[in-house]
């Protein structure tokens, strides 16, 4: 049963570059959390997702970053045109459908690291 | 909106020792969720411990226990017979459940606190 997946571990863009970030949730969760970790920080929510619906993206910033999960395969964080201040990890979580249970404490991904340079 | 703030950057403990780590919110739902989770160098987000906000009782975890302190809108963690493993870095957090309570929401979290444990 594996857990949530993420690739790259490891991410270098230059500047200007685009940066695609996957996420496969774990088996029979439908509904994918995206979360930045800036260096010393904690985790900041970027946007919730379940198949083909965005269900709240307060978290996005309102340029360069869109999110998807598309019917079939991964979700995936693009983020255009790159800064250096996106460098950050990113992490991935996920959680059942609503109504089926559960504790409520989501499982994460190993995240991210995206480096710009 | 929830705030979530960790009033300690780090903490330090020996080995076999007990420590706690503290925990404040703000919020003004009833029905929601606290968490612990900690995060070690490998950079996994680790699930230690998580409490109802209708349960008086407070949640344990084997080593972990809470201190959940509603009405002061505390959230303390307790670390009994701290080992070298549990060197992380330590992050509280609150969720309000979407859906009348049956679907999961975001997570807001604190700063963290860097918890060392020495031998």
């Known amino acids: 049963n594996a857990g949530v997946m993420q690739n790259p571990r490891h991410l270098v863009r230059r500047r200007g570059q685009e940066a695609r970030l996957r996420c496969s949730p774990m088996k029979g969760h439908s509904h994918v959390y995206w979360y930045r970790q800036l260096p010393e920080e904690g985790l900041k929510f970027m946007v919730y997702?379940?198949?083909?619906?965005?269900?709240?993206e307060s978290g996005m910033p309102k340029e360069r970053f869109s999110a998807e999960f598309p019917k079939e395969g991964p979700s995936i964080l693009r983020i255009q045109q790159v800064v250096r201040g996106d460098s950050a990890a990113y992490f991935c979580?996920?959680?059942?459908?609503?109504?089926?249970?559960?504790?409520?404490?989501?499982?994460f991904g190993s995240g991210t690291r995206l480096t710009v340079v | 909106a929830q705030t979530v703030t960790q009033s300690q950057p780090e903490m330090s403990v020996q080995e076999a020792e007990t420590v706690t780590l503290s925990c404040t919110y703000d919020?003004?739902?009833?029905?929601?969720?606290l968490f612990w989770y900690k995060q070690p160098p490998s950079r996994q987000m680790i699930l230690v411990i998580r409490?109802?906000?209708?349960?008086?009782q407070n949640a344990t975890e084997n080593r972990f226990s809470v201190n959940f302190q509603k009405a002061a809108k505390s959230f303390s963690l307790k670390i009994s017979d701290s080992q070298l493993g549990d060197t992380a870095m330590y992050f509280c957090?609150?969720?309000?459940?979407?859906?009348?309570?049956?679907?999961?929401?975001?997570?807001?979290f604190g700063q963290g606190t860097i918890l060392t444990v020495h031998p």
């Open positions: 979580a996920s959680s059942p459908p609503p109504g089926a249970g559960g504790n409520y404490g989501y499982t």
């Open positions: 409490q109802e906000a209708y349960k008086q």
């Open positions: 997702l379940q198949k083909e619906n965005i269900i709240d």
């Open positions: 919020t003004s739902e009833s029905n929601y969720y």
């Open positions: 957090a609150f969720m309000k459940p979407l859906g009348g309570g049956t679907s999961y929401g975001k997570l807001t």
